[in-house]
């Protein structure tokens, strides 16, 4: 595998450059003359895409995703540790905190009462934006649940599937990582640590509010209750609950144990015996969604993988491995660049059956996130080369698909493997990031482990 050791570690170094072009993006501005805006990005602020599209054909991305952006935030933590970053990252991360704090006084109720900014909105675009009512209710806690906001740092005027509550916990796993380094803490102004531990509450309480309410999914697309939130939700309030002890507030940290036991009973209830997979989600409307087989079920794992290690819903699961054979079967059965694939190159994975975003096909954080749950489930494996393979497998074929220059897109064409949809999305390069970290852990202890 030297030749796949090789690419990994140009295109790590690639991946590190091009994602962090996402983060605090201040020398770009966005216009959306349709909707009478023009976007000056904040520091802070971390864009889904740096590049500026308006559907012309690729999609405007320029916006601040509470998920993409925790994701992000956690990848970035990842360069601090090895070394690929300086104390930079502990500025990018100061500056984040603070716009995502910022972000928690936006009152929908302020573009109501003061409407001139609809006639800046273009006629035809009016079907587009929001209704006052949908506005109003943005507020307060519900901010967090808006899915994304404008890098500016404004609610989003656009219509869009909310509420989202992933993107909480999401970004209180991602922080409570940060604060576990003893050197990160250390360095951190005590004005910037008593930001990190405030967001960390902020997002706790909004997770342990919330989590048993429906939502849409990690697509942004059906309204109910799903795989990803719940898990990504256990791990935050577990990862939480562990802080708090550590801090010495017990009755906390128990009632948050509480918590995750309570979802951790409810994610047994989408296994599906006849499907021999987790459900991907339970529309809130009561009829049977045809996305339950979806990649976000084991993308929920790998989010949160430093949360049960072993047992059920985690990487130890043979049921998750069962929902991830289930994965690999589909895929290679529907996506054309499968087929007659090389030895040892692993299926490109896409998000579930009869997708039609874009090309429908593979996408390169679906592909590496099955490579990094094979490296996670290694690590505690008895069968753990097996396991490595796999996972190599997996990025050998985002190898074959990633152009020269290492660019990563959104997807890659099931049928040409031409890349589609947004360009140099930062999700893409985070997920190399973290799955090559999650290959050179299992590496290192294989190596250590004695003959």
Same mark, same amino acid.
């Given at each position: ?244 002890? /550590? @801090?010495?507030?017990?009755?906390? =940290? #128990? %009632? ?6 309570? *979802?951790? $009973? ?104 099955? /490579? @990094?749950?094979?490296?996670?489930? =290694? #690590? %505690? ?6 396991? *490595?393979? $796999? ?61």
């Amino acid at each position: 595998m030297d030749a796949l050791d090789r690419w990994l570690e140009r295109e790590y170094r690639y991946a590190a450059s091009a994602m962090l072009a996402s983060v605090s993006p201040v020398h770009l501005v966005q216009k959306r003359p349709g909707f009478g805006q023009t976007m000056h990005a904040k520091r802070g602020s971390i864009v889904a895409s740096p590049v500026l599209a308006a559907w012309d054909p690729e999609p405007d991305y320029f916006f601040h995703w509470y998920r993409d952006s925790a994701v992000v935030v956690d990848a970035m933590r990842m360069l601090y540790e090895d070394g690929t970053l300086g104390d930079e990252a502990l500025v990018r991360l100061t500056e984040f905190v603070r716009f995502s704090l910022s972000l928690e006084v936006l009152d929908g109720r302020d573009l109501v009462a003061s409407p001139s900014w609809r006639d800046r909105v273009k006629p035809e675009f009016h079907k587009y934006v929001r209704t006052d009512e949908d506005l109003a209710a943005v507020h307060g806690k519900r901010v967090a649940a808006e899915a994304r906001v404008n890098p500016d740092g404004t609610l989003d005027i656009s219509k869009w599937c909310r509420p989202q509550h992933d993107g909480s916990p999401l970004r209180a796993i991602a922080l409570l990582r940060w604060i576990r380094n003893g050197s990160v803490r250390a360095k951190l102004s005590p004005d910037a640590l008593q930001d990190v531990y405030r967001l960390i509450r902020s997002d706790i309480a909004f997770t342990v509010a919330h989590w048993r309410d429906p939502s849409f999914d990690i697509w942004e697309e059906e309204l109910g209750r799903h795989y990803y939130t719940l898990r990504v939700a256990a791990a935050a309030l577990q990862s939480g609950a562990d802080w708090l002890e /550590a @801090e010495g507030r017990t009755e906390d =940290a #128990a %009632s948050l144990r509480n918590e995750v036991a309570a *979802i951790l $009973r409810t994610l047994d209830g989408f296994w599906s015996e006849e499907g021999g997979y987790y459900r991907a989600r339970v529309l809130a409307s009561g009829t049977r969604s045809q996305k339950e087989l979806d990649i976000s079920a084991i993308l929920g794992v790998v989010h949160a993988w430093d949360h049960l290690s072993s047992g059920s819903h985690s990487v130890r699961d043979p049921r998750m491995h069962s929902t991830l054979r289930r994965l690999e079967a589909l895929f290679d059965a529907r996506y054309a660049i499968n087929r007659d694939r090389p030895r040892g190159r692993g299926p490109a994975m896409g998000r579930y059956d009869g997708d039609v975003y874009f090309s429908g096909g593979a996408y390169y954080f679906s592909t590496l996130g099955a /490579a @990094e749950f094979c490296y996670r489930a =290694a #690590a %505690s494996a008895p069968d753990k080369r097996e396991w *490595i393979e $796999r996972g190599d497998g997996f990025l050998a074929t985002v190898q074959a698909f990633t152009p020269e220059s290492g660019e990563l897109s959104e997807q890659f064409d099931q049928n040409t493997g031409a890349q589609t949809s947004a360009r140099h999305l930062a999700w893409s390069y985070a997920a190399l990031i973290s799955s090559v970290v999650a290959r050179r852990s299992v590496l290192a202890a294989e190596r250590r482990a004695p003959a």
